[in-house]
């Protein structure tokens, strides 16, 4: 079981500053995310593109405010869950949480902040009428283990980066590799496209274009896939494995289950005050909430994760007085027993 | 700077007559947005950054719009549902040339 003061659900850049809001108070943070990696959108979707309203950048990339907040709470030493997704809550008796992941781990702590965005990344599935009969039958939306497709008939449908390059990957473990894309051409680094063209001259992968996977075949595994050619009838190729990959997208997902009040697909909270839930201990931070004049801006995250972990302080200790400091004044001490603090000046005469 | 008038029909078939301001540099996914004609959280995901096709729409209309982006392109080759006249309302920007345009929103992927 993880312990932590603060598990935040979500390591966008609201999950992540809030770590550093936190440290000041002396509370720990965990955070857990369905993406392999931090930064949430930043990284998963536009790592490359700029932002222009961060207080004092006239201009960062995505992916780079992501490191700046990652090297930001580093003194405070976040714990991750990455890969994983909050499945379920339990309040316990004594007003503290216990969240438990899609993979089963547990994590125990006295405050839950949901900074999920727009909600956990999952697969785009195509529609394909029995497409999920097969699931884990054949059927993967994400490769996990390429091993498993070792001299298997591989049929992968998609026209960007990961497509391209699972192809390329499994050109030299499966025993064949086919390429399926609604369009003649690829959307993806230039280097993978030519790895590909370079592939299909040497008949290692089987590139079908413009054409769509229509039906999927198979008793209790997959057999092969009904594939068609736009204007032509279907044909069948024969698959052990079929891998549609067709990018992410953000679903609110379990969350919306555990007795929050929802309000355009986004949580409801208090905002005159601290961003608090209809659940006491609960918050809800950046663009997964809502309230009258919502915006969602990673700028708002950040005021919102600041107030949210005041709150969280008086929630935790109650009795104990505290007044917000200054980090120009009061320095930032890390758990890591760094200290980063303003130079002092000295009093000395001028001879 | 004027106003113009569009149609738009939402993801239940319901038609609305809709005015739109050609001076503040929306796209037809915000135009949506705003008078909330999709539900917040489907539309307009990414931001508008052609990175996702929630705000895919077909054009119903016969007017000249900007020529599609490399970026929408490929985003649409990859969406679900995508017809001839697909677009992604993200990409259209709301200029005088635009009166009288009829949309319909695409599903919800």
């Known amino acids: ?351 | 700077m004027q106003d113009i008038n569009l149609k738009i029909t939402d993801r239940t078939g319901v038609t609305h007559d809709i005015v739109a301001p050609t001076d503040m540099a929306m796209n037809l996914m915000e135009v949506v947005r705003s008078y909330e004609l999709a539900e917040e959280g489907t539309i307009g995901i990414c931001g508008g950054m052609a990175m996702c096709a929630s705000c895919q729409c077909y054009i119903k209309s016969d007017h000249d719009l900007p020529v599609m982006s490399d970026d929408e392109d490929a985003m649409l080759a990859e969406a679900f549902n995508v017809e001839d006249n697909s677009r992604l309302g993200c990409q259209i920007q709301i200029t005088p040339e635009l009166e009288g345009l009829e949309v319909e929103l695409a599903p919800e992927d």
């Not at chain 1, 316990?92 to 965005?117: E, L, M, P, R």
């Open chain 1, 1 to 351: 079981m993880i312990t932590t003061d603060i598990l935040i659900i979500g390591a966008g850049p609201t999950g992540l500053f809030t770590v550093f809001e936190a440290g000041l108070l002396k509370l720990k943070c965990h955070l857990i995310d369905a993406l392999p990696q931090p930064g949430g959108q930043c990284s998963e979707i536009y790592p490359k593109k700029p932002i222009y309203d961060i207080p004092a950048y006239p201009e960062i990339l995505a992916g780079d405010l992501t490191h700046k907040l990652m090297e930001q709470i580093k003194q405070f030493e976040p714990g991750f869950t990455l890969g994983e997704r909050a499945e379920t809550i339990n309040k316990q008796n004594d007003g503290t949480f216990i969240v438990t992941t899609n993979k089963g781990t547990k994590h125990h702590a006295k405050i839950v902040a949901i900074a999920g965005g727009l909600g956990s990344f999952e697969p785009r599935k195509p529609k394909i009428d029995n497409l999920t009969d097969y699931e884990n039958k054949g059927v993967e939306y994400i490769i996990k283990e390429p091993e498993l497709y070792r001299n298997k008939k591989v049929v992968i449908s998609g026209g960007g980066d990961s497509a391209l390059d699972w192809a390329i990957f499994l050109s030299n473990i499966a025993s064949e590799v086919t390429l399926i894309h609604r369009r003649n051409e690829f959307r993806g680094a230039l280097d993978s496209v030519e790895k590909a063209q370079e592939l299909k001259n040497l008949g290692k992968i089987n590139i079908i274009t413009p054409a769509e996977v229509k039906g999927i075949l198979g008793n209790d595994n997959v057999t092969g896939v009904a594939v068609q050619k736009k204007g032509e009838d279907a044909f069948i190729i024969d698959a052990d494995h079929f891998i549609p990959l067709f990018g992410l997208s953000p679903k609110l997902g379990p969350i919306g289950n555990w007795g929050l009040e929802i309000e355009k697909n986004a949580i409801k909270v208090n905002n005159a005050l601290d961003y608090q839930t209809n659940i006491p201990g609960i918050y809800a931070i950046g663009d997964v909430n809502t309230y009258p004049g919502k915006l969602k801006l990673i700028l708002c995250g950040f005021h919102e994760a600041t107030l949210m972990c005041q709150s969280a302080y008086k929630r935790i200790f109650p009795n104990k007085k505290y007044v917000m400091k200054y980090t120009t004044v009061g320095g930032v001490e890390g758990f890591d027993g760094t200290k980063k603090e303003a130079p002092k000046a000295v009093v000395k005469a001028i001879q």
